[in-house]
């Protein structure tokens, strides 16, 4: 008898302790979560967006699948992003992917509100580039030789939000440097190596084959903070530039249908995926891993949003037109 009751009694406590669960709880994900990406694959945010899935799926207990939609300045993902409408579909992206839309388009075809930030993951190093031929050692250097050559120097950008920044720094400063389109930004590093261009405001990872081969150098990052993978470059705020800050935010995002309890839960999920390894690979890959919550991602993008304004300000633009 005794025996008995001590095994009723152990049954009784055993359903009243709490089991441990995922943080999105056992009802999420039901099935297949699909993960687009604004970037072609073999891209930094790429690289990160599989490195988390893979963990993401043994934690989930659902395969967690990464599906590259480049194109169309982040409209190709984010259409197909939004028009999904499925919380089974979440978004890896720079927030660099859609932040400048309202001023570089009239019309788009989705709200701010149908991408909701879930977490932030890491911030893309992105460096202002010339030639290594370049007399120019710092960012001043750089400012000095283009008021004394006015119309000697040409520039290209990586995305729209650095490309806004530094336009209107340009014209802040009264610097007189022409604008290179480029639709293929490996295509810009590679004439920065060979001096058709000047400057480059780009993603380091770009960069970096030229870089390591002596063909160009860096002046600056335009990171709030310094990266480890190049501990010596400055800031452009420490280089006296701090108008040129802007970070290359990267991170989660789901559709505005998705449930607070699961919105509320991944954000966990994925800072116990960015274990050390993540985070070596991802410093490799020209990301410095910086994970956030949703309500610090949403800030930073806010903030973004904000510099963006005045730089298009500066630059006459008004959204929409």
């Not at 380091?204 to 390591?212: D, F, G, S």
Request: charged letters at 15%.
């Amino acid at each position: 008898m005794q025996r008995l009751a001590f095994g009723l009694t152990f049954r009784l406590l055993a359903l009243l302790v709490p089991v441990t669960v995922p943080a999105c709880a056992q009802s999420w994900p039901q099935h297949t979560v699909k993960v687009l990406v604004t970037l072609g694959a073999g891209s930094g945010v790429d690289i990160g967006a599989r490195l988390l899935a893979e963990r993401l799926s043994k934690h989930w207990g659902q395969p967690v699948v990464v599906e590259n939609r480049p194109g169309g300045d982040g409209l190709v993902a984010i259409g197909a992003f939004v028009a999904a409408n499925d919380d089974h579909v979440l978004l890896t992206a720079p927030s660099g992917s859609f932040t400048a839309h309202p001023f570089t388009y009239k019309s788009l075809p989705y709200k701010d509100a149908d991408i909701v930030p879930i977490a932030r993951i890491s911030n893309t190093i992105v460096v202002v580039a010339v030639p290594a031929s370049l007399a120019a050692a710092s960012l001043a250097d750089l400012v000095a030789m283009a008021r004394a050559q006015p119309g000697s120097l040409n520039w290209a950008g990586t995305t729209a939000s650095n490309e806004f920044m530094f336009g209107a720094f340009l014209k802040n400063a009264g610097l007189a440097i022409s604008k290179v389109p480029y639709r293929n930004l490996v295509e810009a590093a590679n004439d920065l190596s060979t001096g058709r261009i000047q400057i480059n405001v780009t993603a380091y990872a770009i960069a970096r084959p030229q870089i390591e081969a002596g063909k160009v150098k860096l002046l600056a990052l335009t990171n709030t903070a310094r990266a480890a993978v190049i501990p010596d470059l400055p800031t452009v705020a420490e280089a006296s530039f701090p108008e040129l800050t802007l970070d290359g935010l990267v991170g989660m995002f789901g559709p505005r249908s998705m449930s607070g309890r699961v919105r509320e839960g991944i954000p966990a999920d994925v800072r116990a995926a960015m274990d050390r390894d993540v985070e070596e690979r991802l410093n490799l890959t020209g990301q410095l891993p910086n994970f956030g919550g949703p309500a610090e991602f949403a800030a930073d993008i806010a903030q973004q949003r904000a510099r963006l304004a005045t730089a298009a300000k500066s630059l006459g633009i008004v959204p929409g037109e």
